[in-house]
Each structure stands twice: as structure tokens, then as C-alpha cells.
């Protein structure tokens, strides 16, 4: 069955760190694109970060770049995104999957909560 697990969620204060991990089964991460989605309350889903899989080219939304890092291991098929600076605004439901855009993301997992108290 193919899957993403996210895990590594939780409640920190402004400027503190987290990091979010992606656990895959059924396929191998180095074969796709992962991406890591958010989902702010009252908010539209927005794309935060991608990893290709051979290339390990990334991506990041200007709003989290230069504070969170994505990174991939193969050995683990795990994709994670250390996050850094945290600020309140980053308070949202994270989600990974495969692909870089909400419109071409599949095998979404069920979310991770990040909460960034001021």
C-alpha cells in the first residue's frame, strides 16, 4: 500500500524549532518529487517545500526560506523539513505528499499539527 506518514508536530514558542518528518511505504521517495503542504485555519492550502527525488533539487515558498530546510534519506525513505525561527504565523495543519503542487499532490498523509505560540 502506498503511503506518507507525517509525524514530528507540535507547540512551540516564537523562534523555536521543529522537525517534520515524512515517512513513505510502497514506493521509494528518491523516485518522486515530495513535497510539504500547509493548511492554516481559515486558510487555503498552500505548498511550503519540495524535494526531487535523483536531482534533489528544492523549493521553497518565500515565506519560509532561509528558516526551514528540506532534506531526504533514502536508507530511511523519509523526507524532512527542519523548521527554524518559527513564527506564529507558521501555526498550521502540515502535510506531505507527492508533488510539488496542491493540484498535482497525491498520496497526501493525514497532516502533522504545528503550533507557534507569540
Known amino acids: 500500500e502506498v503511503q506518507l506518514v507525517e509525524s514530528g508536530g507540535g507547540l512551540v514558542q516564537a523562534g523555536g524549532s521543529l522537525r517534520l518528518s515524512c515517512a513513505a511505504s510502497?514506493?521509494?521517495?528518491?523516485?518522486?518529487?515530495i513535497g510539504w503542504f500547509r493548511q492554516a485555519p481559515g486558510k487555503d492550502l498552500e505548498g511550503v517545500s519540495c524535494i526531487s527525488g535523483r536531482e534533489a533539487t528544492t523549493y521553497y515558498a518565500d515565506s519560509v526560506k532561509g528558516r526551514f530546510t528540506i532534506s531526504s534519506d533514502n536508507a530511511k525513505n523519509t523526507v524532512y523539513l527542519q523548521m527554524t525561527s518559527l513564527k506564529p504565523e507558521d501555526t498550521a495543519v502540515y502535510y506531505c505528499?507527492?508533488?510539488?503542487?496542491?493540484?498535482?499532490?497525491?498520496?497526501w498523509g493525514h497532516g502533522t499539527q504545528v503550533t507557534v505560540s507569540s
Open positions: 510502497g514506493f521509494t521517495v528518491d523516485d518522486y518529487t
Open positions: 505528499a507527492a508533488g510539488c503542487t496542491v493540484v498535482t499532490g497525491t498520496y
